[in-house]
């Protein structure tokens, strides 16, 4: 369990150090808030109340789905997992390490995000934080979840980077957080219910943490799980 514990510590400290990571964990969602933020709540100042967790979605789908899977990729395409074979360490610590890191970022970002946006642009903070906190844990862990299969599948750093792009942009246009769900076709809507970003900005939501909206990630959690399990077996057999 030391060791575990040892190799999650290190991992977020090379992860401190990687560009990749401090980009699309810290400094984009944070500007993107930073400006948005103001846009929003003046042209649309009902968003205060909502804002909060607006800008967490955001936040998480970037650093679950374009900054975990390239640190993956890195890790399991490369000779690093030939290092893991020889010295007799099971793949899966790589795995679980870059995602309890990752998922560390994350939750400081949200936590800034959680205590900026009140003193800057009058937002609403969550009446239940009991609720709120737990909701965040598991979006952020189901985002991660569905980021790990996107490293462990893709080899190709150019080719990672465009299927990234192609879950994250939906998640954040269809979601509900730039403006209601319901303005959109029901198509379009329906599509966006594909995506971990409508079920947890609902979920986050004053009065939102209820199994209607928690369905969802027990599923999708269990179905991730299952299959970076295959794909970590699959690794070992190369």
Known sequence: MSGFL????????LDI???SLLVTCYIVPLIFFLLMGG?????MPEMRST???????MSVSMGAFIGLPPSLVETYASDIK??????????YLGLATMFLSAFIHLMLTCIVILL????????ALPIHFAGFF???????????????????IVKNQ???????????????MLSGIMFPADLLPDFLENVGRIFPASWGYRLMLDHGFQFENLWYFILVFCAAVIACGMLLKKQKAK
Request: net charge positive; glycine share 6%.
């Open 158 to 172: 150019a080719k990672l980077t465009m299927i990234a792009q192609l879950v994250f942009l939906p998640s954040i």
């Open 51 to 57: 804002l909060i967790q607006s800008m967490i979605v």
């Open 134 to 152: 737990p909701a965040l844990a598991i979006y952020i862990m189901v985002s991660l979840s569905i980021g790990s299969i996107l490293g462990l």
């Open 82 to 91: 030939k290092v893991y074979k020889a010295n007799g360490v099971p793949l």
């Open 39 to 43: 846009i929003f709540t003046s042209v």
């Open 17 to 19: 150090r990687s560009k």
């Open 116 to 123: 900026l946006a009140p003193v800057l642009f009058e937002a």
């Open 6 to 13: 040892y190799g999650v510590v290190l991992q977020w400290k």
